[in-house]
């Protein structure tokens, strides 16, 4: 790690060091016993169904250094290496702003309705010609993942990736104050968290949060085709690099085309061009690609080599992964969320593939009031793109099947499932070899488990329908 002592963490956290050495120098930081190392700082984090205070003198028999706890649990406590605060969490999120703060390398932190986390890995790729670059390790994105990406940064790396995830107003603020980011990435401002938030506009101002902590030095890249561009731009007081396929855009997208399992597309910017290579299918990912790319020219990575960094890129697990079936079909897995405008974008990638195309769609959650209206339109959509097999989930999914009979699909090609083992069962009795099937929704779904079914050679008969999220 980058050095730093305990009494270091004390005077970030605004806390009082108790029977510990003030010089001890912490090698690492744990907020969980099962993985805590020997030299770890650990901090007592509480939650709803848990309490690390429970787990206190674990972690000190177990090595580490010091333990960050409620003052209450402090002075019931005497006797041992303590960092006594008033909120673990808030100690935890402070510590780490404080550890940022002796980092000198560029950090981008990256938020949206969609994409935020295929963009973050690309981010890695395309910021790689910088140096050695730390990322947000799987969807460590919120107030406990966020400061631990922040202390995984090590001497010798050139670059850091921030994800930022939204519960509510304020949150993509406060974790931007912690990550301090030169540039910012904003993927999509869509509906995603509308029935927490309560409008479009809500959620627009909630994304820009994170412009808002941008320094006047810094970059904010944006989707120049979002209907709240120009919202977000107002909300900046640095530069904007914009991203997309529209024509004015300052990272381009041109001459997309599917490419077998891949696709092949330019990205322009000024009088440079570049070709980007990407294992996967969708003009969605193009988009992303691009704004991966903005945000390398922002840090003076030479478009080329940003280019060439994405060349056979493949999306994290469950966000559009190819695998073939032992029967001879293709399992698209897209299954870690689901919002109107990613379903649709997933099905118009499923549109350009070769192959009958089959979806098995699910729930798309926190839409509020017009949860229905907005699922029988991605039901339209999936006939509009020529879906000939359509299995549905969920009480969502009876809206979507709904939408897909009244824009035309035949009732011989759409069934509504009262359950995961009913649609994969119907689905799998339908497949045949070339076939390619689509698995998404909501992450309260877990349409993993249908994948999973999908892919398995005994058919997977013992998926049932017991305790089905709904």
Not at 58 to 68: D, K, N, P, W, Y
Not at 180 to 195: K, M, N
């Amino acid at each position: 790690m980058l050095p730093f002592t305990l009494n270091d963490v004390a005077h970030w956290c605004g806390g009082e060091l108790i029977g510990a050495d003030p010089t001890v120098v912490p090698t690492g930081v744990s907020t969980d016993t099962r993985q805590l190392r020997p030299g770890d700082l650990f901090f007592a984090l509480s939650g709803p169904r848990f309490d690390g205070h429970q787990f206190v003198e674990q972690a000190l028999g177990g090595g580490a250094t010091c333990a960050v706890v409620r003052l209450d649990w402090a002075r019931a406590h005497p006797g041992v290496p303590l960092i006594a605060v008033d909120d673990t969490l808030r100690a935890l999120g402070a510590a780490a702003a404080g550890y940022r703060g002796l980092f000198f390398g560029p950090v981008v932190c990256v938020t949206g309705s969609s994409g935020k986390t295929t963009t973050k890995e690309m981010l890695a790729r395309t910021l790689s010609p910088l140096g050695p670059v730390v990322s947000t390790p799987a969807n460590f994105n919120n107030e406990v993942g966020v400061p631990l990406t922040l202390f995984a940064i090590r001497e010798g790396h050139q670059a850091a990736v921030v994800e930022l995830a939204m519960r509510g107003p304020g949150q993509i603020g406060y974790l931007a104050q912690l990550a301090r980011p030169r540039v910012g990435v904003i993927t999509t401002v869509d509906v995603a968290h509308l029935e927490l938030l309560g409008s479009r506009r809500a959620i627009a101002e909630a994304k820009s949060e994170l412009l808002q902590a941008l320094p006047a030095d810094g970059v904010a890249v944006l989707p120049r085709g979002s209907d709240w561009y120009g919202l977000m731009t107002e909300r900046c007081r640095c530069r904007v690099v914009s991203f997309g396929a529209c024509e004015h855009a300052t990272v381009r997208v041109v001459g997309y085309r599917a490419d077998g399992d891949g696709c092949r597309f330019a990205v322009m910017a000024g009088d440079e061009v570049a070709v980007v290579e990407l294992g996967v299918a969708g003009e969605h990912f193009a988009v992303d690609a691009a704004a991966a790319v903005g945000a390398a020219l922002a840090l003076n990575v030479p478009l080329a080599a940003a280019a060439e960094a994405l060349r056979g890129f493949s999306p994290p697990e469950m966000r559009g992964a190819r695998t073939v079936a032992p029967g001879g079909y293709t399992v698209l897995n897209d299954a870690y969320n689901a919002n109107p405008e990613s379903m649709a974008a997933a099905l118009r990638a499923l549109e350009a593939t070769g192959g009958r195309k089959a979806a098995l769609l699910g729930d798309m959650l926190e839409l509020g009031d017009e949860w229905r209206a907005m699922h029988r339109a991605v039901g339209a959509i999936a006939h509009q793109c020529g879906i000939e097999l359509l299995a549905t989930v969920g009480d969502g999914g009876w809206e979507i099947a709904a939408g897909a009979l009244a824009a035309g699909m035949s009732s011989k090609c759409v069934r509504a499932c009262g359950d995961v083992g009913d649609a994969v069962g119907w689905l799998r009795s339908a497949l045949r070899q070339g076939d390619v099937v689509l698995v998404k929704a909501s992450r309260g779904m877990r349409l993993e488990r249908a994948v999973e079914a999908l892919l398995a050679s005994d058919g997977g008969d013992e998926l049932t329908g017991e305790g089905e999220p709904t």
